[in-house]
């Protein structure tokens, strides 16, 4: 089996390639940075597996932070890691799943590519001593637990346990709906101090092959080396971004209006962009779930969940959260196909009830891929 370890030097690269893939969402980089570097000091490796090495019969699960961008705003980054030392909420999290179903994992894998999201199951599996996978459910991050590849390939969600940051702990066993448990976890860490770590989409290796994103660990490093090469080089982080990604330029302007709120532990904005350079005299909306959703060009819709938005500083290259957008930014505004294990699982039944419109905001909106909306 084919282990790799994550060299320092190659952590601000995985960090900057994350806070773009997070669309918006997944946490702060910072704060993946110090996670990461608190590791280090303390002397966890990070070790790396691809999920084709893994074995079938290998128990593995999923799982990360669980609240709202927005709720973490004014708390302290070293703190909260300082704490988990002693106190790590996703130990006792993924510690209930195996209590659960009685298996030892072999591994886990994040849920999504974010700034946070990724960072913590690698410590995770750091402190746990076992591989972290090498692929996530998305290939960016989302809003809800239930919009993943996982659930359009026959994974269940199912068990749930999750632990807020003041230590209450909850088991969803099962429910009739794929979105039960995430609606029930927000108003736990809502209540909770605003966030929580969960465990779910227990899975053996053979399903893991089979459903979930590959290569988000390697693919972010990729892309934020091509990043920052750009840069030291004088040339344009964003076009060197695109070219990485194979993304497409959807819109570059300044940001001019952001309305949103911090409701039922979800971010929950709009956002309207004038036009810069050849987009000027046109307007850009978004919407946005803690992610980037779906955005719209002069009334037309041009990306929709859960191909990739991601907002990037025109100049830097760097990802922008959704709760850093703030009128006067100017940004850019590139489109990435999903992973097809996500278009597969949106063209389920149940893909469609976990991560369509109706779930932003927006019932109308039917997903329609990016290649054809901007063909």
């Known amino acids: 089996m084919a282990i790799r370890e994550l060299k320092k030097d190659d952590v601000d690269a995985l960090l900057l390639g994350l806070g773009i893939l997070g669309t918006g969402g997944g946490g702060d980089p910072r704060w993946g940075k110090i996670v990461i570097e608190n590791d280090f000091n303390k002397g966890r490796k990070y070790y790396i597996a691809d999920p084709e090495d ?45 209590d659960i179903t009685g298996k030892k994992l072999d591994y886990v894998i994040p849920f999504e590519a974010g ?13 746990l001593g076992i591989p972290v996978i090498n692929g996530d459910a998305l290939g960016r991050s989302a809003p809800e637990t239930q919009m993943t590849s ?47 770590g969960n465990s779910h989409y ?35 982080p964003v076009d060197a971004f695109m070219d990485a990604t194979g993304g497409m330029k959807l819109y570059k302007g300044k940001v001019e209006e952001v309305i949103g709120e911090d409701k039922g532990g979800f971010y929950l904005t709009r956002i309207k962009v004038e036009g810069d350079e050849e987009y000027r005299g046109s307007r850009l909306d978004m919407v946005v779930k803690n992610e980037y959703m779906a955005v719209w ?41 999903c992973h097809e294990r996500l278009r597969e699982a949106m063209a389920t039944d149940a893909g469609k009830a976990a991560m369509g419109g109706s779930r932003y905001g927006h019932p109308e909106l039917e997903y329609i891929p990016i290649e054809r909306l901007n063909g």
């Open 297 to 337: 060009k002069d009334g037309a819709v041009k990306a929709v969940f859960p191909d990739l938005v991601c907002a990037l500083y025109s100049d830097s290259g760097e990802g922008v959260m959704s709760v850093d957008m703030k009128p006067g930014l100017y940004v850019t505004i590139v489109g990435i196909p």
């Open 54 to 98: 893994v074995d079938d019969g290998a128990f593995i699960c999923s799982g990360g932070i669980m609240g709202s961008v927005k709720a973490l705003e004014g708390m302290s980054y070293g703190e909260i890691v300082a704490g988990w030392e002693d106190d790590f909420v996703l130990i006792k999290a993924f510690k209930e799943m195996e």
């Open 150 to 196: 996982f659930i359009g390939h026959g994974v269940s969600l199912y068990p749930m346990p999750l632990v807020d940051s003041q230590g209450n702990t909850i088991v969803v066993k099962r429910a009739n709906s794929s979105t039960y448990a995430d609606e029930m976890g927000r108003v736990v860490v809502t209540r909770g101090g605003g966030f929580g």
């Open 115 to 127: 700034g946070i999201n990724t960072p913590v199951i690698m410590s995770l599996a750091a402190r």
């Open 202 to 236: 227990p899975m053996t290796g053979k399903q893991l092959k089979k459903s979930c994103v590959p290569g988000c660990i390697t693919d972010a490093i990729r892309i934020g080396k091509a990043v920052i090469a750009a840069r030291k080089a004088g040339n344009n």
